[in-house]
């Protein structure tokens, strides 16, 4: 089955990419009912926004987040949180000093081989065949940035809470601006990558 924009995140890595046709093309022998008989049901849906729909469909009809996530996207395609990255991305770094950050982590791996770059919701994610890096706006200013290498990389690095973004990133550092994102960051950065 062909997958169609406007239910995927417009940039993944080959691996997403085969994980995602799956998910859809297993739908109906997982779920006993087709993509279709689920956009209708989900355009039935009372509630009217994206995360209340997404509720309903886990609470009435048992689906997961990806699954659910799917549906809506077909089903209205114009509310799919990835049909609109450079909303996304303006709402999440609406910040200037935290987009300044964001803005030098993109410099430091913009010639990376291989490098996915994909706006998410609260994050952004670089991937080569897996996630190695993601970043998100502080509370309170500045960016965290996860990557997969083990805290004991660096002194300045924690282990990540509830982070949301993939459980591969083992490490996380708080950059307080874009000159944080030093010689230091880099080399970490890079070696992320190579593990990816």
Do not use: H
Request: aromatic share 8%; with cysteine; hydrophobic share 45%.
């Amino acid at each position: 089955m062909s997958q169609s924009s406007e239910t995927k995140p417009a940039s993944m890595t080959a691996r997403q990419e085969k994980w995602f046709a799956s998910l859809v093309e297993s739908m109906e022998r997982e779920t006993g009912k087709s993509l279709e008989a689920w956009v209708a049901i989900a355009r039935a849906c009372p509630e009217t926004r994206p995360g209340a729909r997404k509720a309903w469909l886990k609470a009435q009809y048992g689906l997961g987040t990806n699954r659910a996530g799917v549906i809506l996207g077909r089903a209205f395609p114009a509310a799919a949180m990835w049909s609109r990255p450079g909303d996304l991305r303006d709402a999440l770094w609406a910040d200037a000093g935290s987009r300044a950050i964001l803005q030098a982590v993109e410099a430091a791996v913009a010639d990376y081989p291989g490098l996915v770059a994909a706006q998410r919701k609260g994050f952004n994610a670089f991937s080569r065949e897996f996630q190695f890096a993601a970043i998100k706006p502080a509370k309170g200013g500045g960016a965290v940035l996860g990557l997969a290498v083990t805290p004991d990389a660096d002194p300045r690095l924690a282990e990540p809470k509830t982070e949301g973004w993939s459980e591969r990133l083992k490490a996380k550092v708080l950059l307080d601006g874009p000159a944080a994102v030093d010689a230091c960051v880099e080399s970490l950065l890079k070696q992320a990558w190579e593990r990816s």
